[in-house]
């Protein structure tokens, strides 16, 4: 029997059900329990995802504030004499330099990220993340100075005052935990320190390896 249009189809659909729930209720509310989890499975990955993706794109905001551009070099860095260039190019509003070290600290297996900036420079471009260290940041002026972030004061199990063990090459040194920035700051593991005491402390004296700009209009 040939039966036509979407009433027909839906009872055929429905008298199709039927048969199978009477002949196999178990296998047939397995299969629905089945595709139920699967759909609830797949949900609760993509939202966790988007949690973890929303997460790091607000971390890295922090990081890059008001930047249009970013200029990057290698681990090894180049000569900070590029950052006058570019400071000086009439296209450029704003230029920040910095100094990304991944360092080696004493007693833990992982590094940690430490990033050296201009506070002044910085300010311009990453506002909401030079404010959480809070009004006065003469206080990373001093050559051992170090702000954490919450979750490396966690990780490190440091407080405001403390001492943070970094190794250099085969040399330790003492940094100073000047300032904890709260948990909403920055989400993951970071160290700020000023620009002129990374590059003396960790043999970079005129590199850098990344300068942020903000275009002019």
Same mark, same amino acid.
């Given at each position: ?12 659909? *429905?008298?199709? &059900? ?6 196999? !209720?178990?296998? #047939? ?14 949900? =609760?990955?993509?939202?966790?995802n ?5 997460r ?5 905001? *922090?990081? /890059?504030?008001?930047?249009?551009? +970013? ?9 900070? $004499? ?5 400071a ?12 990304? #070290? ?8 992982? !590094?940690?990220? +430490?990033?050296? #900036? ?6 311009l &471009?990453?506002?909401?993340?030079i $404010?959480?260290?809070?009004?006065? &940041?003469?206080? &990373? ?8 972030s919450?979750?490396a ?6 407080r $405001?005052?403390?001492?943070? %063990?970094v /190794? ?16 909403? $700051?920055? !989400?993951? !593991?970071l ?6 005491s990374?590059?003396? +402390?960790?043999?970079? +004296?005129?590199?850098? %390896? *990344?300068?942020?700009?903000r #275009? =002019?209009?």
């Amino acid at each position: 029997m040939k039966v036509a249009g979407s009433g027909g189809a839906f009872a055929a659909w *429905r008298a199709l &059900l039927r048969s199978q729930f009477r002949d196999q !209720p178990a296998r #047939l509310a397995a299969a629905a329990l089945s595709i139920a989890l699967g759909v609830a499975l797949a949900s =609760a990955i993509d939202l966790v995802n988007q949690a973890a993706l929303d997460r790091f794109d607000a971390a890295a905001r *922090r990081l /890059v504030g008001r930047t249009d551009l +970013i200029v990057r070099g290698s681990a090894a860095g180049f000569d900070e $004499a590029w950052y006058a260039r570019l400071a000086k190019d009439p296209a450029v509003a704003v230029a920040s330099p910095a100094l990304e #070290l991944r360092t080696a600290v004493a007693g833990e297996r992982e !590094p940690l990220r +430490i990033l050296g #900036l201009d506070p002044f420079r910085a300010r311009l &471009l990453q506002p909401a993340l030079i $404010a959480a260290l809070g009004a006065d &940041l003469t206080a &990373l002026w001093q050559p051992d100075a170090i702000a954490l972030s919450a979750a490396a004061a966690a990780r490190l199990h440091l407080r $405001a005052g403390g001492v943070l %063990n970094v /190794v250099v090459g085969d040399s330790p040194h003492r940094l100073r935990v000047v300032a904890l920035l709260p948990e909403s $700051a920055y !989400p993951q !593991p970071l160290g700020i320190m000023d620009l002129a005491s990374a590059q003396w +402390i960790f043999g970079r +004296i005129g590199l850098l %390896n *990344r300068i942020d700009l903000r #275009l =002019a209009d």
